[in-house]
């Protein structure tokens, strides 16, 4: 005779394996394997596993003071620096310089003064430096002056920059002059202007808020075409490859700020 019985038939095995086959077979479930450390329940897991439920294993099992994995012998007993309070806390925290109360009163802060001469940064205040165009002082920080030029307004620096550049000072500047422009561009600059309505193409600026008629602008440059073996300079005079702009885009025009398509665009070319 066999010496396992099944709990829920009349039949008996020889071995615990046959016993736990049947009864999943015949019945539908898994034989208990396991005894719940909290609650003595009998219950199946594929794993060694200590508790039948989480429920059980919150009961079960404590995490406080030495239970606790990340025990490292309680807390620290020490003194207040501020008022000698006697207080704990735990090594695993901040060393402990002031009680509860103290930190509490934010009589532990200090506001440091970092004003002036006290900044860890100081470097001894604004300093003068004289503006490039007209001499007028102008105060800045010792950190602000690197390579820049100092100008002390935009009128200075409009003259600065078309002083600078001019000839040699100019990005695209190919080591001389183009010379005069040659036959055809009076006429195709004053066919620009009236087509443009003597405003500037890329910003709308006027002739009387520009001060004066804008700049005509060759699009591909006239160097380009006094540098090439197929054409004259004269041929750059196209309508088609000239635009008005204002003082401001077309210095952006020649530093290639504004795109020669877009430029194309603009005049519909």
């Known amino acids: 005779m066999g010496e396992f019985d099944c ?84 090594p695993s925290e901040k060393e402990g310089l002031y009680c509860a109360e103290c930190v ?3 009589e532990w802060q200090t506001v440091p003064d970092i004003h002036g001469a006290e900044n860890p940064r100081w470097k001894g205040g604004k300093r003068g430096v004289p503006c490039r165009v007209c001499g007028r002082e102008v105060r800045r920080y010792p950190s602000e002056f690197g390579s820049d030029i100092v100008l002390c307004s935009a009128d200075c620096q409009s003259e600065w920059l078309s002083e600078a550049f001019v000839g040699d000072g100019h990005p695209n500047w190919k080591g001389g002059t183009n010379g ?63 635009i008005s702009l204002c003082i401001d885009c077309h210095r952006k025009a020649e530093f290639g700020k504004i795109p020669a398509e877009t430029l194309r665009d603009l005049i519909g070319g």
């Open 180 to 242: 005069p422009y040659g036959q055809g561009w009076a006429r195709v600059r004053s066919q620009a202007l009236e087509r443009d309505q003597f405003r500037c193409k890329h910003c709308g600026k006027s002739r009387e808020e520009i001060g004066r008629n804008p700049d005509v602008h060759h699009i591909v440059p006239v160097r380009t075409f006094i540098e090439s073996d197929e054409h004259e300079k004269e041929d750059a005079h196209r309508l088609d490859n000239v």
């Open 7 to 90: 709990p829920t038939c009349d039949r008996r095995f020889d071995t615990r394996r046959g016993l736990g086959v049947h009864h999943v077979q015949a019945h539908g479930e898994r034989l208990p394997n396991r005894t719940c450390a909290n609650c003595q329940q009998l219950f199946y897991s594929d794993y060694k596993k200590k508790y039948c439920s989480s429920d059980c294993r919150k009961s079960g099992s404590s995490f406080e003071g030495e239970q606790n994995p990340n025990y490292r012998g309680g807390k620290t007993v020490t003194n207040c620096r501020l008022c000698g309070t006697e207080f704990s806390y735990y």
């Open 104 to 106: 509490a009163r934010n």
